[in-house]
């Protein structure tokens, strides 16, 4: 009898980890009526920018949740970056608007409406509100210890990913960085994809905001924590984004072009969920914790050199990206494919009017070693990396954009 053949040692099992339920297409908020009467809510907390009052993107929201006759409370005052004293803020007037200490809890269910920075502070404030937990113990790391109010989630527009994350990202001044509440928990129970809710968005926004998709769906294909879901979702992320992010910055009412970037962001967010972004963020945690960067001008900044340096020893991988995003690289080998993919990275940026220097933002160079040691404390996704990161390495690719 024969010896049984050597069984090589399988991959760590891998969790894919998805909103409840998700409704994406032009005119999908037209279902939200029937989101809001699946979970018996008849009193909603809808949390949002002051920006998406002023451009009139609540309104088709308010419109729709009144006709069904649902009562609505609005908190308008979630800022960009949202650090922890905007987080107390709105969780107080959401506390109000609660009744909390109440028998009968006034609110049904949490809507966050708008960018990475409400929907991360609506995921927050929805565990706040039903648990006994204090936002000071999330950010030192104690444990979401159950699931909070019914979320529905709508972004406006097509970066973060935020919808489809277990993640909530806020600010912390005093140790200048941007801390993750990470739990399951914090899953959405519905998502609403509407396109029709991007339109004439500013190019600027989306440029910085398409970029940072870009860079989930790339950092998480290349993490040490890939899997065959994020890669999956990885590659589809990398062809949508990267066939209409230039249509959607040229015409801003391309609804095609607005449909596949609320996608590519939407599989960011699902591939962070079950991957990880990577040096990437890392680096650009404390450019938006210390300068204030918008988060993905910050990512969109680096993704190019942070590539370049981690195409090293993964070709292979990095040539599959390139035919992902449409290369021209079927006569190239992958050492030749990789280099083309950077160098694509390098020239969407400057198609897309990203700044190519840090002192644009504001950076100088005596300050590259408080942002070094800020990206450094990052361990949870420098560990990610596919190639590993010094302190001299990290110097290297700021001083790279000074």
Avoid at 60 to 79: E, K, Q, S
Avoid at 221 to 249: C, P, V
Wanted: charged share 20%; glycine share 10%.
């Amino acid at each position: 009898m024969n010896a049984p053949s050597q069984i090589s040692t399988p991959p760590s099992a891998a969790v894919l980890h998805q909103a409840g339920r998700v409704i994406a297409g032009a005119g999908s908020l037209a279902r939200l009526p029937e989101l809001v009467a699946e979970r018996g809510a008849r009193r909603i907390l809808l949390i949002c920018g002051r920006h998406v009052l002023a451009d009139g993107r609540v309104q088709p929201v308010l419109r729709t949740l009144a006709d069904a006759g649902v009562a609505v409370t609005l908190i308008d005052r979630t800022p960009p970056e949202p650090a922890v004293a905007d987080v107390e803020a709105v969780l107080a007037e959401a506390r109000a608007a609660a009744g909390e200490g109440q028998t009968d809890l006034a609110i049904d269910l949490v809507m966050g409406l708008g960018g990475g920075s409400a929907i991360d502070v609506a995921k927050a404030v929805a565990v706040l509100l039903a648990q006994p937990v204090t936002l000071e113990q999330l950010l030192n790391g104690t444990p979401v210890p159950g699931r909070g109010l019914p979320t529905v989630l709508i972004p406006t527009t097509a970066g973060t990913g935020a919808e489809a994350t277990p993640n909530s990202i806020i600010l912390v001044p005093e140790r200048a960085l941007k801390i993750g509440i990470v739990s399951p928990y914090l899953l959405p129970d519905a998502v609403i994809l509407d396109p029709l809710l991007t339109l004439g968005l500013p190019p600027a926004v989306t440029a910085s905001t398409g970029m940072d998709a870009l860079a989930h769906v790339i950092e998480c294909y290349t993490s040490k924590k890939g899997n065959a879901f994020s890669d999956l979702y990885a590659l589809e992320g990398i062809r949508l984004i990267s066939r209409s992010i230039r249509r959607a910055f040229t015409d801003g009412q391309d609804v095609v072009a607005r449909q596949d970037m609320l996608m590519g962001a939407y599989w960011g967010g699902v591939c962070i969920a079950t991957s990880s972004t990577t040096a990437v963020h890392a680096l650009a945690y404390p450019l938006g914790g210390t300068f204030h960067v918008p988060h993905g001008l910050s990512n969109a900044m680096l993704l190019p050199a942070v590539m370049d340096f981690n195409r090293v020893g993964n070709e292979g991988r990095f040539a599959q990206m390139a035919r992902a995003m449409g290369l021209n690289v079927a006569a190239l080998d992958d050492a030749k494919a990789s280099q083309r993919f950077v160098d694509a990275l390098r020239q969407l940026n400057a198609d897309l009017g990203i700044p190519s220097g840090l002192k644009s933002v504001g950076v100088k160079p005596e300050q590259l070693d408080a942002l070094v040691d800020g990206a450094a404390k990052v361990t949870r996704l420098l560990d990610n990396n596919p190639r590993p990161m010094t302190r001299a390495d990290l110097r290297a690719i700021y001083e790279q954009l000074i």
